[in-house]
């Protein structure tokens, strides 16, 4: 509950009221929520709920903010329980550690890119009732990824593919719209 100036409390989404869907508001002062003191933020979702953020810092854009949030926290989910379960090495030495983030980190980039050519290329994932997709780009391509180096990969295009795949920027790729398996590499 948010408490004005009189001392009244009044729900924090009644500062948001107005909001049309799609619609934000960032207030330019903070207000006390309880003994606290915030700076609030909402944005009225096109299903009709509110996202209401609180700070204890003021942030020129904290909508954005919050979203680089959920991707730094997707990154981490792919890391421990969704994908590498890094919480199950059990490494404690600072150097085992460095080597091993620095091996997650370049196989979380080619299971990202393999799920983004897998999706454009191959099969385009299914988008649920919610909007989002059956499944993240990163789980699809790990999931391709698992199959082809377990249970190996006949064809030397598709060998070469996976290499590329691996060492390509994805800015320089592009999926060939004739030939969608077909990767374009630009220089």
Known sequence: MLTDRQGHER???????DLKAGQSRVLRKRRRIGQQWVWLSGLKLDSGEWLILAGNQRVQQPLEVYGLRWEIEHLFQCLKGRGFHWEETRLTRYFRIKKVMALLAMAFCWAHKTGEWKHKAIKPLKIKKHGRPEQSLFRYGLDYLTD??????????????LLVLFLWPPEKMVVDEQGPRTITLMA
């Open 11 to 17: 729900p924090v989404r009644s500062l948001f009221v």
């Open 148 to 161: 082809a180096l377990l249970h190996g990969v006949r064809d030397t295009v598709d060998q070469i593919r």
